[in-house]
Every structure is written in structure tokens, then in C-alpha cells.
């Protein structure tokens, strides 16, 4: 199932017979088991070692949240002793961006004689570009290579239309892929103990606790604890009970009914084909079951999208028609809505629980996002580049989908009049004010009717009146994109 993109060096390279020396460049893989490039790399060679390599600059550049980065860290960790049980020792190494990447494993791979460098794609426009140098690099000193596909459950270019041409719309995206995915995928089992290699310490090499890593809360550290057997036990406790009755409880923020696994699977500390597996393997089939399998197909699908429209890694709007959007700005408003001070209750307890756990539920994020770039009419970038610097499964794919399809310029295929109301949302998903009341204590004694939009008699002076009058915010998107019907 997994495509396999393999180049062989032609030219002559001596190196003793009893060495096969295969590198594992760990990124977005932070895992041992059904890993292709690690499985791989020991089907392959006597001697394994691996490395990762910290970016700081390129990190920021990305807007990587202090959460995710500390995740990384924590999950390194781990990967680090799991590798070692197996003989593998994973060397770290820093530099700033993506663009001193190539001569840096170039150096590596020359050093330590090696034989070929194993890796998993990554999908955006500046993975594919630090990817294309370090290959005309392995190219350059004979070093051959190999790349699997391992984010994914279908191969990029694998799901079509019946003209050849990529799905634009989520649905008919995902009959499609369904019916091309089997009960069971294949997963790579955890590689055995590999024969023992002593390298020479090169003086590019780092120590993981030199590195400087963000420091985050406790709560964050407990909430969101590292390591594979963590992100197995997520798995295996969500599809044992919580999975049957996901579709009813999945909208309901107070009720904890989603899977908490996004962090996991953005880091790729579990694969997407783990979680498919599991939710056949732990219970009978249903609708709930199956409407978890849409959302592991959503994060699929936006994937895809990545892929094919690679205009949405450079901050386009996946309709370019939508860049003609006159967007406001407001630093103001911005920041109330970044803050949770918006006046209106589940918007600011849903962005208060950002900042909290650096973690949003899923109904949530589109309406949190929806009232940004629809009521306030503020550009939907502002919203992602907010997200991704605070979200511990904050995810390229995945986030820039979401925000493009709640600000109508990305695949929703439902038009720009799709407009949620946060009142009416707060009565329908949170009838009891129970999650507000969690985020939101200043409005703790209000009753379950009062707390979904406190007046002028009963809000307390702690908490913000409404920043806008929805109706009017709620027209000034509709003109916005009506315009651009007459442009």
C-alpha cells in the first residue's frame, strides 16, 4: 500500500563487506512501531543508527506552539530509550532553519559511511523543498535512498475523481477512499535488537538536554504525558467504550466524549493506521464508530488537499476568488478574541481552554473561527497563525483546512452563508453552562438560561459586555462575499 520512492547510488563507494550501515532520519515519527523508514532501515542493513534534528528557527518560522515543541521534546525522550532497547542510538543535532539541513546530513552520511538514508514524506512546501536538497545531496556522494508514505492511509494521488482529478469536496473524497481501504492495514511490526554500532562522535553532534526547550505548566505535562504506550492506551481505552457513543456525545465539550488522540497523531507518536486498526479491532461496527472513521478521513482528506493545492502551505485561499475579501482589521478585537473576552460565553471559555491545555474540542474550533472571520470579518489567517502558535496538535493540514472551510475560502461545500451562532451553539452543545462554567468562572452563578448571554442586569462587572451585535456582524459577511459575485 505504501509507495516506495527508492534511488540507487551507481557509482562505486568502497566500504568494508561486514558493514551495511542504514541511517533513520526521525521527524514527524516519533514512534517505533509501524514506522516504515525504521522497519525498513533494519530489514535492510547489520548496522542501524539514527538522528533528528532540532530547528528552532525554522519552528518559529512556523509559529509551532511552546506546547508542541515541549511534546516533542518529552516524546524524544522516549523514542531515545525505545531505540536504545533495540541497539539504536538516535544522535541529536540543531540548526536554525530547513536550509542547513542538506550539507549537515551530507557530513553525516560521509562520516559514518553510510549506506542508504531511510525517512517518511512530509507533505508541506517547505518539507518538499528541504527534502528535494538533501537528496541531490545523498545523490552527490553516492548515498542511496529511500521515502515512504507513512501520514497517510491512501498514497497521495490514490483517491480521484472519475475524470482524474482531485476531490474538492470532502464527501464524495471520502466514499472513495473508503471503498479502496480494507478492514485491516498492514502495519509494520517494532523492529528486533539490531546488531550494536559504535560511531565517532562528531562535533556537529548535541546532548537532547543541552537543547533549550520551552517549559510548560503542570497541568499541560499531566494532561498530555509522552510515549508510545501513552498514545496506545488513549487508543485502546477510546475504542472500548467512549467510540460507541462518539457521534451523540462527540459535540458536547463538557462530556470529555472525543478521543484526545490529535497530539499523538500530529507528532506522529501513533499512526493514522494504528487508529484505523483499532477501531475495527476493539468493537463492532456502528454509526458512531463510523463517524469517528470520517474524522480520521477529514484529517485525510485536508492532507490531500495539502498535496494538490499546495498554494495553501504559502497562506492562500484555497478559492483564489477569496483573496479579494476587503478583511478588517482590528488589533483590539483580535485580542479579545485571542484572550477569551469577547463578551460571549462559549467563544471565551473555548479560547480560555486554548490557552489552558493548548488544546481546543473540535466544535469549538469552528465556532470560535467562524465568529472570527465571519461576525468580526477579520482575516482567517490571523485565526490559524493564533491556533498553530497555541495548539499542541497544531498541524499545517489539518488547521489550515479547518480555518479555510469555517471562513469560507477553503472545501466547505456549503456557501459563505453558513454562519454558526455562538448563543445558539452554547444552548445546543453546552445546554447546562457546565463548560463554560469551567473556563468562565466569573459567570458561575448564572443560571443555565442566564449564562449562555448574560444582559446588562445580571452579567457580572468581571466579564466583558458583547464585543458586536451578532445580526450585524453576521450581514457585514454576507455583503463581503457577495461583492465578490460583482468584482
Known sequence: MLEIDYISAL????????????????????????????????????AVSAIYIVTPAQWCEHDDADVKIDFWHRNLICLKNELAELNIKLHFFQVDTYQQIPDLIKTVCQRWEVERLHFNYEYPVNECLRDHYVIECCEQINVEYQRYHDQLL?????????????????????????????QSLYLYPTPSVQNAIDLTT???????????????????????PAGEEQAFSRVAKFCRKP????????????????????????????????????????????DSVHTWQNELLWREFYKHILIDYPQVSRHKPWKPLTENIEWRYDEQQLQAWQQGQTGFPLIDAAMRQLLARGWMHNRLRMVTA????????IDWRLGERWFMQHLIDGDLAANNGGWQWSASTGTDSV??????????????????GTFIRHYVPELADLSDKEIHMPTDMNRPNNYPEPMIDLNVGRQRALVAFKLLATD
Open 11 to 46: 557509482a562505486n563507494n568502497h566500504r568494508p563487506a561486514i558493514m551495511s550501515h542504514q541511517l533513520v532520519w526521525f521527524r514527524n515519527d516519533l514512534r517505533v512501531s509501524d514506522n516504515p523508514a525504521l522497519h525498513h532501515a533494519c530489514q535492510q542493513g547489520n
Open 154 to 182: 491512501l498514497p497521495p494521488g490514490s483517491v480521484r475523481t472519475k475524470s482524474d482529478t482531485p476531490f474538492k469536496v470532502f464527501t464524495p473524497f471520502s466514499k472513495q477512499a473508503k471503498q479502496q481501504l480494507e
Open 202 to 224: 562528531l562535533a556537529e553532534e548535541a546532548e537532547l538536554e543541552d537543547i533549550t526547550w520551552p517549559i510548560v505548566t503542570d497541568d499541560i505535562l499531566a494532561f498530555w
Open 243 to 286: 467510540i460507541r457513543h462518539y457521534k451523540q456525545s462527540r459535540d458536547m465539550p463538557s462530556l470529555g466524549g472525543t478521543s484526545h488522540l490529535s497530539p499523538y497523531l500530529a507528532s506522529g507518536i501513533i499512526s493514522v493506521r494504528q487508529c484505523w486498526n483499532a477501531s475495527w479491532q476493539y468493537c463492532e461496527p456502528n
Open 370 to 377: 467562524m465568529f472570527l472571520s465571519k461576525h468580526l470579518l
Open 415 to 432: 456557501p459563505y452563508f453558513r454562519i454558526f451562532n455562538p448563543v445558539t451553539q452554547s444552548k445546543r452543545f453546552d445546554p447546562n
